[in-house]
């Protein structure tokens, strides 16, 4: 990733774990940065007992890492976060309930906006509300997948996802949103 006409991770020399806590089974990270420096990764909780997800932050650029603090977002699988021109922080993610079940799973993919530029942790990301973007329903085979996301010049928001919905394949959808859809 470059950012700032210099390479973000030139100092990394290997793994860099972000997350080691016993009991929880961590995964599909997403990191965040302000000003071409890594202030934080969020993450999935992947142990099927309906944990929402978690972010660490780090004040070394990545080098070390906070412990794990809890969010809102119940069931995010495949975090995406990224910060808006307003300042405040946008998700997207499809929602895993902890059911193994294939008809009840990655039925729902949502949105959420979160005010967090004090990273104090009993704050950050605590200030949130989520926008339900689309619902699976596809009763066989659900599948709403992997989202992207952009914020265009006219600060609209322009997300993709693929989704089964009537199907037999998933196929590739598009939102248009706005903050104030929140």
């Not at 709403?144 to 952009?150: A, E, F, K, L």
């Not at 089964?164 to 998933?170: A, S």
């Amino acid at each position: 990733i470059w950012m700032s006409d210099s390479l973000l991770f030139d100092k990394w020399t290997g793994p860099v774990v972000v997350a080691d806590k016993r009991g929880f089974n961590f995964c599909e990270g997403s990191l965040f940065c302000v000003n071409g420096i890594i202030i934080g990764c969020m993450m999935r909780e992947n142990s099927r007992r309906g944990d929402p997800s978690f972010y660490c932050l780090s004040y070394d650029n990545g080098f070390s890492w906070s412990n794990p603090y809890k969010t809102r977002m119940f069931g995010c699988h495949r975090p995406v976060i990224g910060k808006l021109k307003s300042g405040r922080w946008l998700t997207t993610y499809r929602e895993q309930t902890c059911s193994t079940n294939k008809k009840y799973w990655a039925k729902n993919t949502i949105a959420c906006l979160s005010e967090s530029d004090n990273w104090n942790p009993s704050y950050s990301f605590v200030h949130s509300i989520c926008l339900n973007l689309d619902h699976d329903r596809n009763n066989m085979n659900p599948d709403g997948g992997y989202t992207g996301w952009v914020q265009l010049r006219d600060d609209r928001i322009f997300i993709v996802n693929y989704i089964t919905d009537f199907y037999d394949r998933p196929y590739i959808k598009y939102y248009i949103i706005e903050e104030n859809d929140f």
